[in-house]
């Protein structure tokens, strides 16, 4: 995962997180790539997560078919 505090949204390809389920939005959404390039937004991710100090933590990623690897804004 990388963090990259100027992204609008955390975003991951919906394969990212094996066992969270992508949940569909209701209406399109699209993004845009730092490069200019459209993407679409396929639904949400709410991905539970631990700290280094084993405190349990939830995050939610926008799901995209156009990311490499998870980027967490």
Known sequence: MTIDSGAADSV??????DGFEVIPHEQPQFYQSATGE?????GEQMVAMATNE?????????ATKKVKKPLAS
């Open 12 to 17: 991951a390809a919906p394969e990212s997180f």
């Open 38 to 42: 459209p993407m679409v937004n396929v």
């Open 54 to 62: 084993g405190t349990s933590r939830g995050m939610t990623f926008q």
